[in-house]
């Protein structure tokens, strides 16, 4: 199988990273995954998947510029679907300043999505959108949603992050997520796409494995998780629990990331990669801004599930069924 690396000139991320402008990309290497077994499906006749890596700030419509770019891009190398992050509408500077920038889901910038959709003729995972739900006039707080639309521009499945992150960790500072952003209550079941059946998360939930065996439980073939994940848990534990989810779920894993300095109060890791279920990053982004590409092979996974058969080896009889079913 190849995979693609696509990213901006080097000399251009400084511009990049500060939200300016996006020019064009370049592939800039193209190179062959190790094989843990035979196989047989033609590689040009496999989906195609973009993960976008993105710098967003406070200002809501330069990020739209640099996302709608991406997705263009996406497009014309052929990709069926595009991924962006976690927080890929804003990351403002306080929950102040989050709770003002939100909207609810039928808002002036879930249109624009739906238009760029529509436009490009590909499925979005927008991986983190602030969300003004119909509790907003009670609770005056939102919810992290993973919004997933078609290429006609439908919304076809909402994820409510379920895990909201609040922690205090020496030199990354403290995050509580909770100060404006509700928990959601259940999960979404995995939905049918041109690349394969996606279970759908968000960020911190890829530290509780239930929520990912949950999926792919009930038949994911890919989990997505969109992140914005901090600069000291990033370097220790993103690529470990990204491979570890794959692994234990033989599922491919796709995680779209924010990189690079929002704003003086906060930065991220970025390192957007996808993962097959072997175990193996297939596509990873450098730093800065861009976007790598994989093929999705579903014929692989099924054949890794046959001669590897762990979902069979469970023992709910000692440990209990990890979750509930789900509707």
Partial sequence: MLTFIIRPRRQLLPLLCS????????????????????????????????????????????????CAELVREAARLGACMAF???????????????????????????????????????????????????????????????????????????????????????????????????????????????????GLAVCYDMRFPELSLALAQAGAEILTYPSAFGTVTGPAHWEVLLRARAIETQCYVVAAAQCGHHHEKRASYGHSMVVDPWGTVVARCSDGPGLCLAQINLNYLRQLRHHLPVSKHRRPDLYGNLGHPLS
Avoid at 24 to 49: E, N, Y
Avoid at 110 to 126: F, I, V
Avoid at 165 to 192: F, I, K
Wanted: some cysteine; glycine content about 8%; charged content about 20%.
């Fill in 84 to 198: 962006l992050p976690e927080a890929f509408d804003f990351i403002a500077r306080d929950s102040a300043e989050t709770l003002h920038l939100s909207e609810p889901l039928g808002g002036n910038l879930l249109g624009k999505y739906t238009q760029l959709a529509r436009e490009c003729g590909l499925w979005l995972s927008l991986g983190g959108f602030h969300e003004r739900g119909q509790d907003w006039e009670q609770t005056q707080k939102i919810y992290n949603c993973h919004v997933l639309l078609n290429s006609k521009g439908s919304v076809v499945a909402t994820y409510r992050k379920t895990h909201l992150c609040d922690v205090e960790l020496p030199g990354q500072g403290p995050m509580q997520e909770s100060n404006s952003t509700m928990p959601g209550c259940s999960l979404e079941a995995p939905v049918s796409t041109p690349a394969g059946k996606i």
């Fill in 19 to 66: 939200g300016l402008w996006i020019p064009r990309l370049l592939v800039l290497g193209v190179q062959r995954r190790p094989r843990a077994m035979a196989i047989s499906t033609s590689s040009w006749k496999l989906p195609l998947v973009a993960v976008c890596q993105i710098t967003s700030t406070p200002d809501k419509q330069q990020n739209f510029e640099t």
